[in-house]
């Protein structure tokens, strides 16, 4: 980097507009996270759903209770009914572990590496992957359930979705063309808010619909349903986005290996520039975020199960309204309250009350005995999810243009792994405890928080007798 691109990015600060207004493609980068965000909830809710329907059928055949509408938790908790519904509880939540380790582990490797492709083949191209693979596993999705094969090939699909890096390596490269189109400061964190509201909106969305299209009209509708919202995100991508990464600021050369060890390079060598982040401030923030996305990515699963058991007994239908309901709230306060917060606090310190809020969010559900408990969880949690917004904004100003690629690339890698651990934690404690305490998997999950809350805290005291000149990374 010459003196005059040095001088260039250590002025952006005053160079940066009045308003945080974002360009065009911004706003369709947003849309096609939504799209790919709702897609991959409509199917999760829908596979859990459908795979208990599928072991009630397989293991309790000939149960009164199957061939009425009642569910099996609505019975004395001494009936055999009773045990029969913890045992499919189980046995299900067992499943889900399966299919995370199916899905997480080839996307461990390929999302990092199709994120950092992208710095040398632009965001078009390397977005398409992700969102093919995507449609791909719903077109086989449907195909199962149409014609009534083992829930085990499942298994294969979401293999075949991982080999292409999924909904994670799709955030990771829209997060690059974020940082792409837009300046350090407020305008790239209200960039990320709009990111982190694509997402949100479409774990709404996904939520929400799940359960009125298998009331409505089975377990195929939703599948359906996800691959074309998917097939709306893989046109608008071909037809309506400009590309964000211009050619001068793309990498000349690709070598497979090397971009992943790129996407790493920050957390082992940090950067040599002194005007960008320190290794230290990238190993703590990474380590926050891994806690904070293995509880409320590992969580989905488990809140489904939960919900369907006793003593709660939800249908379809009323657990498609709560993860509505939360999305709302969640999604729309915690936007609203960054924008807000950011006229008195750093980023960092809006991360800290964020994580205190997650873990207000998991103490009450794993707490939570009635339905109205139940519904007051989102209320607690409210700036749950803005945390993990926050560290993906301060590491993006940590670190250089030509490296956001790469350093996406990197939170790609943990976050595939996050989910992957997070839901096989999660589904493994939650189906060895479920029969004495279905709530202890949340107890967990707070205590990741509250790991993730120290780290976070020591970051924001020891990065103030950081001095670096770029001054949006201060957190005086």
């Known amino acids: 980097m010459d003196h005059s691109e040095k001088a260039k990015l250590l002025n952006e600060d005053e160079d940066e507009p009045k308003t945080v207004k974002l360009p065009i493609t911004g706003f369709v980068i947003g849309i096609i996270v939504f799209v790919h965000m709702a897609s991959f909830t409509i199917l999760v809710f829908d596979l859990s759903q459908y795979t208990y329907s599928v072991y009630k059928d397989q293991e309790f055949p000939n149960a009164t209770l199957n061939k009425s509408d009642r569910s099996l938790c609505e019975t004395n908790t001494s009936s055999k009914e009773f045990q029969m519904d913890q045992t499919i509880q189980s046995d299900t939540a067992r499943w889900t572990v399966y299919i995370s380790i199916a899905g997480g582990i080839p996307a461990i490797f390929t999302a990092p590496l199709i994120s950092s492709l992208s710095d040398r083949f632009g965001r078009k191209k390397t977005l398409l992957v992700p969102l093919f693979g995507s449609l791909v596993k719903s077109g086989l999705c449907f195909l199962n359930i149409f014609m009534n094969y083992n829930v085990n090939f499942f298994?294969?699909?979401?293999?075949?979705?991982?080999?292409?890096?999924?909904?994670?390596?799709?955030?990771?490269?829209?997060?690059?063309?974020?940082?792409?189109?837009?300046?350090?400061?407020?305008?790239?964190?209200?960039?990320?808010?709009?990111?982190?509201?694509g997402v949100g909106v479409g774990f709404l969305a996904g939520t929400l619909l799940s359960g009125y299209l298998i009331e409505a009209f089975g377990f195929n509708s939703p599948v359906i349903t996800s691959g074309a919202l998917v097939l709306i995100g893989i046109l608008l991508t071909l037809f309506v986005l400009k590309e964000p990464l211009k050619e001068e600021h793309r990498v000349t050369s690709v070598h497979p290996l090397r971009q992943i060890k790129e996407s790493l390079d920050m957390y082992i060598h940090g950067n040599k520039d002194p005007n960008y982040g320190r290794q230290w401030q990238y190993i703590i923030l990474i380590c926050a975020f891994n806690l904070l996305s293995m509880?409320?990515?590992?969580?989905?699963?488990?809140?489904?199960?939960?919900?369907?058991?006793?003593?709660?007994?939800?249908?379809?239908?009323?657990?498609?309204?709560?993860?509505?309901?939360?999305?709302?709230?969640?999604?729309f306060v915690g936007v609203?309250?960054?924008?807000?917060?950011?006229?008195?606090?750093?980023?960092d310190f809006i991360a800290v009350i964020g994580t205190i809020s997650a873990i207000g969010y998991f103490v009450m559900e794993a707490l939570s005995k009635t339905s109205f408990e139940l519904y007051m969880v989102p209320v607690v949690g409210c700036l749950g999810i803005i945390e993990v917004t926050m560290i993906r904004s301060i590491m993006s100003r940590l670190t250089p243009p030509d490296k956001q690629g790469s350093m996406f690339g990197g939170?790609?890698?943990?976050?595939?792994?996050?989910?992957?651990?997070?839901?096989?934690?999660?589904?493994?404690i939650y189906s060895e405890t479920v029969s004495f305490l279905p709530g202890f998997a949340f107890w967990v999950m707070a205590g990741y928080n509250v790991i993730a809350l120290f780290l976070l805290i020591i970051f924001y005291v020891a990065s103030k007798r950081v001095q670096i000149y770029h001054r949006d990374i201060n957190v005086a």
Do not use: H
């Open 155 to 197: 298994i294969i699909y979401l293999f075949i979705e991982g080999c292409t890096g999924g909904w994670v390596s799709s955030v990771a490269i829209c997060s690059s063309g974020f940082a792409d189109i837009t300046k350090p400061g407020k305008q790239r964190s209200f960039a990320f808010a709009i990111l982190g509201l």
């Open 295 to 331: 509880a409320a990515l590992g969580k989905t699963n488990v809140e489904i199960l939960y919900q369907i058991g006793s003593p709660f007994c939800w249908n379809p239908i009323r657990i498609s309204n709560f993860g509505t309901i939360r999305s709302v709230i969640q999604e």
């Open 336 to 347: 609203l309250s960054i924008r807000l917060m950011q006229c008195f606090m750093s980023d």
């Open 411 to 428: 939170i790609a890698l943990f976050e595939n792994v996050c989910f992957m651990v997070g839901s096989v934690a999660g589904g493994a």
